[in-house]
T-cell receptor
Framework: GAVVSQHPSWVICKSGTSVKIECRSLDFQATTMFWYRQFPKQSLMLMATSNEGSKATYEQGVEKDKFLINHASLTLSTLTVTSAHPEDSSFYIC????????????FGNGTRLTVT | LAKTTQPISMDSYEGQEVNITCSHNNIATNDYITWYQQFPSQGPRFIIQGYKTKVTNEVASLFIPADRKSSTLSLPRVSLSDTAVYYCLVGDPHSGAGSYQLTFGKGTKLSVIP
């Protein structure tokens, strides 16, 4: 079945530094990927929609200059949290849509970001 | 975007059948209904997807009435490992790049009791 790989699974960084999270579709092409954020005991909140070869579409309230998204290939999207602060600590999850097949959305296993 | 409403939590004993119902009154014609399971600190895992009537796979069944304004996920003979949060999502994944958005509701926290 469709596999979405997310890396790293967890990361700890110092306040003010930047962190990059990768999302890969391992066995299918994904022109569209989605990035979510999930705080403890809450649901997933869509941050942005990532489209291969074009600019990402951000949800209201999500700073595009802080959460940089690059979707340079059909199998890879990256989310960079720039100048991270403790309030950015969260669980970040990506998902990918198979461009060629009518299959459900598949999710990565998430990245736990802790900013100290 | 179709909004979904589910019970916040449910408890069940091991071995029982569990039915979780989701309301989606403003579902669109092209929308599919998809259920996901999420364990703590993991990404959502696909369970089942349907458009109308009944769909069954090796882990669950999905019942969708004719008006499609609700759906019921049925988990047969649950075990302790089925304790998780279950999300019902509605949308058309192939409506065009950028226009497909899956909005997560609060989900249903299922607790299976021994």
């Amino acid at each position: 079945g469709a596999v979405v790989s997310q890396h790293p699974s967890w990361v700890i960084c110092k306040s003010g530094t930047s962190v990059k999270i990768e999302c890969r579709s391992l066995d299918f092409q994904a022109t569209t990927m989605f990035w979510y954020r999930q705080f403890p005991k809450q649901s997933l909140m869509l941050m942005a929609t990532s489209n291969e070869g074009s600019k990402a579409t951000y949800e209201q309230g999500v700073e595009k200059d802080k959460f940089l998204i690059n979707h340079a290939s059909l199998t890879l999207s990256t989310l960079t949290v720039t100048s991270a602060h403790p309030e950015d600590s969260s669980f970040y999850i990506c998902s990918a849509l198979d461009s060629l097949n009518n299959s459900p959305l598949h999710f990565g296993n998430g990245t736990r970001l802790t900013v100290t | 975007l179709a909004k979904t409403t589910q019970p916040i939590s449910m408890d069940s004993y091991e071995g029982q059948e569990v039915n979780i119902t989701c309301s989606h009154n403003n579902i669109a014609t092209n929308d599919y209904i998809t259920w996901y399971q999420q364990f703590p600190s993991q990404g959502p895992r696909f369970i089942i997807q349907g458009y109308k009537t009944k769909v069954t796979n090796e882990v669950a069944s999905l019942f969708i009435p004719a008006d499609r304004k609700s759906s019921t996920l049925s988990l047969p003979r649950v075990s302790l490992s089925d304790t998780a949060v279950y999300y019902c999502l509605v949308g058309d994944p192939h409506s065009g790049a950028g226009s497909y958005q899956l909005t997560f509701g609060k989900g249903t926290k299922l607790s299976v009791i021994p």
